[in-house]
């Protein structure tokens, strides 16, 4: 048996301003280019990933695998299209030398310069080329789902947790129906649907209602005898027509129970899509409540940091992850014992350096990137410090997200300004695992505040140590406040941009 395995992943923002050319896909590769072949396998096996995931599938079956690319990228702008090309010519080389089956790690929200949907037509190439192979495919929760998709694939499985914490998980159960269809001859039978609705990220959380209660109804429905379920909040913010939450049932030749699994999904979803409004405190008042916190555990032992999440700037939804407002705003509030995790400012670094450890500095720190989507012109924040700390910026994972992957900052500073730690990095990184900071000397578990660039994926790595949480409004590409998004292309009418009533569903 012969198995294709590969992983093409980036969510787009299409209000981004950051690139996104080929070399983003090298993430974790020392080369800046996506991992190819053996290099691949290596680096993802044993992980908890979706190709963790697959590769132990595959060799508990004496199978033989071939992984010409993973190629996974931090969220940012549309995909340019020669990365794209370079990436699907891989994959589709590799299917045309002949397989039993393939494999896909893909994310489900990829825009391209050229395509509003990156992944349908992938797996419709692949169809094509071969038109009896099972075809199996693990998605992102955050997926826009188009209707390529489920026409071409057998089997779909999408993630069950944000933070996402089943992504080797989601490998496993994509899978094993595919072996399945090879050597037993099941008939994987696959329903889809969506509904006219943006939940905001913020309100994605699967620990929170509605999310939670929907994920525990896609996990029964797989111990009632589908083969996957799937519930995709999907990704707010790319303007493109089907953008929004939508749902998979996949069945062992049994539509009609595939649809009734996806309608309860939907229905569920819709009838209280109300609670995935996030509602949004303005930054002073965030910071008036930090304070007042900070005051009241003074004298009393505090246990774990109280969390400042930067939630508009957010690497892994597409932020610049160079606005200052919010850490402008911690500076001014007067906070102490505060480790930040990060500015994205490649130059403040080489400038950092060049001050070298242990010496006192002023920099122009940060808002190197115009947001044109929300009209917002960088405005670098002037900072006083000490050269703490500096690092290669390389770690690996120590879960429960992506365990073991190896994860790069690029070239690191630990700039301590007496009360703020701050760390900057040269590439793109969301801060999830306290790798992050103990491999740059910090133990986060210890600081009084931790501020965040983050929205969700935070909690797998320190919700178990936050005494509490604030969420602090501050300026990009990764507003909560859709007011500030020039939507274009999105369907409409679609909640909550408009007040629809009528789902207007549509399900195939």
């Not at 963790?52 to 079956?61: K, N, P, R, T």
């Not at 989507?373 to 670098?380: F, Q, R, Y």
């Not at 924040?381 to 500096?390: P, S």
Request: aromatic share 8%.
């Amino acid at each position: 048996m012969r198995l294709i395995i590969a992983m093409m992943q980036h969510e787009t923002n299409t209000f981004s301003p950051v690139p996104t050319p080929l070399e983003r896909f090298a993430r974790g590769n020392t080369e800046p280019v996506p991992y190819e072949g053996d290099a691949a396998i290596e680096a993802f096996r044993d992980t908890g990933t979706a190709l963790g995931g697959f590769i132990e599938v595959a060799e508990s079956h004496g199978a033989e695998i071939i992984c010409p690319i993973a190629a996974s990228a931090w969220p940012s702008g549309v995909v340019e299209d020669a990365a794209y090309d370079y990436m699907t010519a891989k994959i589709c080389d590799a299917v045309a030398q002949g397989c039993d089956g393939i494999l896909l790690h893909l994310h489900g929200a990829m825009v391209t310069e050229s395509l509003v949907d990156g992944e349908g037509p992938l797996i419709k190439r692949l169809r094509e080329m071969a038109p009896d192979t099972p075809i199996g495919v693990a998605l992102d929760m955050h997926t826009n789902f188009y209707p390529d998709m489920a026409t071409y694939a057998d089997v779909i499985a999408g993630y069950q947790t944000y933070p996402h914490v089943d992504i080797y998980e989601t490998g496993v159960r994509a899978a094993k129906p595919i072996i399945a269809m090879i050597k037993d001859g099941i008939r994987p039978t696959m329903a889809w649907g969506n509904r006219p609705m943006l939940p905001h990220v913020m309100r994605q959380g699967s620990g929170d209602f509605p999310n939670q209660e929907l994920q525990a109804m896609a996990q029964r429905m797989e111990q009632q005898g589908a083969l996957s379920a799937s519930f995709f909040t999907g990704f707010p913010h790319a303007d493109i027509e089907l953008a929004g939450s939508s749902a998979v049932v996949v069945t062992n030749n049994d539509m009609a129970l595939a649809e009734k699994m996806r309608d309860e999904l939907l229905d569920f979803a819709w009838d209280n899509r109300r609670d995935f409004i996030y509602e949004i405190e303005p930054l002073g008042e965030s910071l008036v409540r930090a304070k007042k916190l900070a005051a009241e555990t003074k004298s009393a032992e505090q246990k774990g940091p109280i969390v400042l999440l930067d939630h508009y700037d957010n690497a892994a939804s597409g932020g610049s992850m160079d606005t200052m407002k919010v850490l402008e705003g911690i500076l001014e509030a007067g906070l102490t014992d505060v480790a930040f995790f990060a500015v994205f400012d490649p130059d403040a670094v080489q400038q950092l350096i060049q001050a070298g450890i242990g010496n006192e500095t002023t920099i122009a720190l940060g808002g190197k990137t115009d947001l044109d989507a929300i009209k917002h012109k960088a405005s670098p924040l002037e900072v006083t410090g000490r050269v703490k700390l500096i690092s290669d910026g390389r770690f690996k994972n120590h879960g429960p997200m992506s365990a073991g992957m190896q994860m790069d900052m690029g070239p690191t500073v630990v700039f301590d300004t007496g009360k703020v730690e701050i760390i900057v990095i040269s590439s793109h990184l969301e801060p999830h695992d306290e790798a992050a900071f103990l491999t740059l000397g910090i133990d986060p578990a210890r600081k009084k505040f931790l501020g965040l660039k983050s929205r969700v994926h935070w909690r797998a790595g320190f919700k178990h140590i936050a005494a509490e949480t604030i969420d602090c409004a501050g300026i990009g590409v990764c507003t909560s406040d859709y007011d500030m998004l020039d939507f274009k292309h999105v369907r409409r009418p679609i909640f909550p941009l408009d007040q629809v009533n009528d789902p207007a569903s549509t399900n195939s």
